[in-house]
């Protein structure tokens, strides 16, 4: 296992269960005890947990994996969920993209999207997300508009009152939203309330609505609600959706596209 891939694991146990031994986590990983001290000396020093006598616990009350180490988590399933999605945009398009991985890999699709390589604009995309707006800028045939705000470790995502005031004069054909958590009774939802604030305002700028969200997003709640169900036109998500699930966002009036 590589470090990077160890270090993923480490931390998604850490957000499971709060607090991990070295020794039990050692036998888990199939690593030696050393490495695991190893490990957890330098997420310590990264500020990505807390060192305690033979193991670490997760750094904060509230615990949010930063972007990076979920780009790995449903890889395969993110990258088919977002093919779907950049299908189902057209070329000169106003599209605003919020932060995460799954969007991060929508951008990643539009890019190569051959009817899309030249255009006066081919594509306009809005979005808050400083490591989208750095992936679409090298393409000169899309134009990008990146809000102000302050930037979120965690996400890479801008937010606060000056992304407002840059959402307040625009209007955009479809906002594709990524989500930590969608269900029918309470909405698309997200871990920061300044993140969902952000987001909220995309979905008002625009048309119509898409959530990109896998299936283990599906049906769960996280403390900062973005928008309802009612308020999502199409929802994209895998094949590992439960039928149950999908029709109920069916019967809602969503449109459920499985990638």
């Not at 199939?30 to 033979?54: E, K, N, Y």
């Not at 193991?55 to 779907?84: D, F, N, T």
């Not at 594509?123 to 102000?148: C, D, M, S, Y």
């Amino acid at each position: 296992m590589s470090r990077d891939a160890r270090w993923q694991a480490l931390l998604e146990l850490l957000v499971e269960r709060g607090r991990l031994d070295v020794d039990e986590t050692a036998a888990e990983l199939a690593v030696s005890a050393a490495t695991i001290r190893r490990d957890f000396d330098q997420l310590a020093g990264q500020q990505m947990l807390v060192r305690t006598r033979g193991g670490a616990v997760a750094h904060g009350v509230s615990y949010e994996l930063p972007l990076r180490y979920k780009a790995a988590r449903r890889a395969s399933e993110k990258q088919r969920i977002a093919q779907a999605v950049a299908d189902l945009l057209a070329p000169g398009e106003a599209v605003g993209l919020t932060g995460g991985t799954t969007t991060t890999e929508v951008a990643r699709a539009l890019a190569v999207r051959g009817d899309l390589a030249s255009g006066s604009p081919a594509l306009t995309v809005v979005t808050n997300a400083l490591n989208i707006a750095g992936e679409l800028a090298v393409r000169p045939q899309f134009k990008i508009v990146v809000t102000g705000g302050v930037a979120r470790a965690q996400s890479y995502e801008l937010v606060g009152p000056l992304a407002d005031g840059v959402l307040g004069q625009i209007t955009l054909d479809v906002a594709v939203l990524g989500v930590v958590a969608f269900d029918v009774a309470h909405g698309a939802a997200a871990h920061d309330e300044a993140e969902a604030a952000i987001n909220r305002l995309l979905c008002e700028r625009a048309e119509r609505v898409i959530v990109a969200a896998d299936s283990s997003k599906l049906g769960r709640r996280a403390f900062a609600r973005i928008c309802s169900a009612e308020s999502v036109d199409t929802l994209v998500t895998d094949s590992a959706a439960p039928p149950e699930t999908v029709r109920r966002f069916e019967e809602a009036g969503l449109r459920v596209v499985v990638a």
